[in-house]
């Protein structure tokens, strides 16, 4: 089982970056799939999206600014961060929650069975 994310970086506040979560070595249309940051300590959900699709969730901090979205055929999920603020600067970890056929969207680190490394994002001017 694999979770590969890419696309974080080093943007100037206001900016956008798109990243991307690549899932190889399950079902991943079974499988909601959320974003989770932490920075420094505490991880915490940022939005996740049911295996479907169909239903979504997104932190406070970040509703109106970030969109989580799905490929199945690719399997790959995306979160679209626009708006950046200094306060968004942390590791994003996507993470792999097997739902199937239950719509679930939880914030529950423990109902994730697989988890990424990683990425960075550092919103700085």
């Known amino acids: 089982v694999q979770l590969v994310e890419s696309g974080g970086g080093l943007v100037q506040p206001g900016g956008s970056l798109r990243l991307s979560c690549a899932a190889s070595?399950?079902?991943?249309?079974?499988?909601?799939m959320g974003w989770f940051r932490q920075a420094p300590e505490k991880r915490e959900l940022v939005a996740v999206v049911s295996w479907s699709g169909g239903n979504t969730y997104y932190a406070d901090s970040v509703k109106g600014r970030f969109t989580i979205s799905r490929d199945n055929a690719k399997n790959t999920v995306y979160l679209q961060m626009n708006s950046l603020k200094p306060e968004d600067t942390a590791v994003y970890y996507c993470?792999?929650?097997?739902?199937?056929?239950?719509?679930?969207?939880?914030?529950?680190?423990?109902?994730?069975?697989?988890w990424g490394q990683g990425t960075q994002v550092t919103v700085s001017s």
């Open positions: 993470a792999a929650d097997h739902t199937y056929p239950r719509g679930r969207t939880s914030s529950v680190l423990d109902d994730y069975d697989y």
């Open positions: 070595g399950f079902t991943f249309s079974r499988y909601a």
